[in-house]
């Protein structure tokens, strides 16, 4: 929990990392490394700090528009009404950069189409042409003859399997075709929800009905502070009806994750899709939705441009 007057430190300076280091201490997930020490999944505070070089610098214009913002001052004053509990609108501000940061550090790598499904894929071929070094060619529709070569093409690359190359690697964020913007916003608010709840679990939310785990205000504010990072229109406040959906899809997200550990950094999610299931749009909300996995043994070549 929270106190009131946890924003001031012993020499009386503001502190506005309050919520972020109560978050990484009690939310974030983490791993414990062969020294027993917490590797954080995805980005670190550290990281974030050192991003950042220990500034507010890169947020001043942020911090300008959050201070004119009225309907964000009015649902600061309804959360200290009716909730009873004191929240720092600068200090929950930047805990919120920080989650959108950590939402988005999550990489995918679409691997490209193996050649042995490309040729694997062709029938009915009606002829092959040869052709030699001087430039001469013939071409033949022999149907015997085009199964011997298909099938003496077809049998080593078979055999080969567990060698993909590289399609594109990004954050998936810069992915809109593959990872829709619903994955980013209901994480979002997930885990900004969950630090408003276990953070301050003292507030009155006898009035939060069937909306959902925290009251309707707070729900306003997420959404609110959604707008401030491109999850939602500039300056317009989703309703509260779109939080309720937003939770619903989280706990149905489907996203395998595999792990890289990143020195300073953490524990790097990474998703491997392959072409087989990139090439449709795939829904990451689908209790059936499998993916086909990268298996042990399997050998992913990342080819530099």
Same mark, same amino acid.
């Given at each position: ?6 924003? $001031?430190?012993?020499?009386?300076? #503001?502190?506005?990392?309050?919520? &972020?280091? =109560? ?13 027993? +020490? ?46 009873? !509990? ?6 929950? *501000?930047?805990?919120?950069? *920080? ?42 529709? &022999? !149907? ?8 003496? !093409? ?10 993909? +190359? ?13 990872? +829709? ?8 608010? *997930? ?25 309707? $205000? ?22 509260? %009806? ?16 595999? #792990? ?16 087989? %299931? =990139?090439?449709?749009?795939?829904? =990451?909300?689908?209790? %059936? ?8 043994? %399997? ?7």
């Amino acid at each position: 929990m929270i106190g009131y007057s946890g924003y $001031v430190d012993e020499n009386g300076n #503001y502190d506005l990392s309050l919520y &972020c280091e =109560w978050f990484e201490e009690h939310l974030h997930n983490f791993h414990l490394n062969d020294s027993n +020490e917490r590797v954080y999944e995805g980005l670190s505070l550290e990281a974030f700090v050192i991003r950042h070089n220990n500034s507010i610098v890169d947020f001043i214009e942020e911090l300008k528009e959050l201070i004119a913002d009225e309907e964000l001052s009015a649902i600061e004053e309804e959360i200290k009404t009716k909730l009873k !509990i004191a929240l720092d609108m600068p200090n929950f *501000f930047l805990l919120s950069i *920080f989650v959108n940061e950590l939402v988005r550090e999550h990489y995918v790598v679409l691997l490209k189409r193996p050649t042995k499904n490309a040729i694997a894929d062709l029938s009915e071929i009606a002829e092959i042409t040869f052709t030699d070094n001087k430039g001469e060619s013939v071409t033949t529709n &022999c !149907i015997k003859l085009i199964k011997a070569i298909m099938s003496a !093409i077809k049998e080593p690359l078979d055999s080969e399997g567990g060698i993909m +190359e590289v399609e594109k690697f990004d954050r998936y964020d810069k992915m809109p075709d593959v990872v +829709e913007a619903s994955v980013l916003q209901s994480k979002f608010a *997930f885990y900004l929800a969950i630090f408003l709840k276990k953070a301050f679990p003292n507030a009155d939310r006898s009035h939060r009905g069937k909306q959902g785990i925290i009251s309707p $205000v707070e729900q306003k504010l997420i959404l609110r502070m959604m707008s401030y990072f491109g999850l939602a229109p500039k300056g317009y406040t989703l309703s509260t %009806d779109r939080f309720r959906k937003l939770m619903e899809s989280y706990n149905r997200l489907n996203f395998p994750i595999e #792990y890289a550990q990143m020195p300073k950094i953490g524990l790097m999610p990474i998703t491997y899709i392959k072409y087989e %299931d =990139w090439k449709e749009k795939i829904d =990451w909300f689908s209790p %059936d939705l499998k993916l086909k996995r990268i298996k042990k043994g %399997d050998i992913v070549h990342f080819t530099k441009k």
